[in-house]
């Protein structure tokens, strides 16, 4: 089973920018469609982003194209989020997940998330 591990969240700014990493060990880290999904308080867990097993293929909310970017890099079994021109509507315990399958937005493993906060 694999396990998964987020860093890289914090306090910024407003207009600033943050890169998430997720670090997954147990598992073969390449056969998996990865993800990354944020629940803000009182709210229910949404999709932010996703990757196919190969990262030829990803997939975006509407509302978080342009300023997200997800990426994986399956030599370090390593996934990324960059997130640019943060907005304090952004602010959010970020999760990492994996999936079973090689495309798609179904997840199976998760990771204990990492808290962004958008803030002056």
């Known amino acids: 089973q694999v396990q998964l591990v987020e860093s890289g969240g914090g306090l910024v700014q407003p207009g600033g920018s943050l890169r998430l990493s997720c670090a997954a060990s147990g598992g073969t880290f390449s056969s998996y469609a990865m993800g990354w999904l944020r629940q803000a308080p009182g709210k229910e867990r949404d999709v932010v982003a996703a990757?196919?097993?190969?990262?030829?293929?990803?997939y975006y909310a509407n509302s978080l194209k342009g300023r997200f970017t997800i990426a994986r890099d399956n030599a370090k079994n390593t996934m990324y989020l960059q997130m640019n021109s943060l907005k304090p509507e952004d602010t959010a315990v970020y999760y990492c997940a994996a999936s079973r399958n090689k495309y798609g937005t179904t997840f199976h493993y998760w990771g204990k998330g990492t808290l962004v906060t958008v803030s002056s």
């Open positions: 990757i196919s097993w190969s990262g030829s293929s990803t």
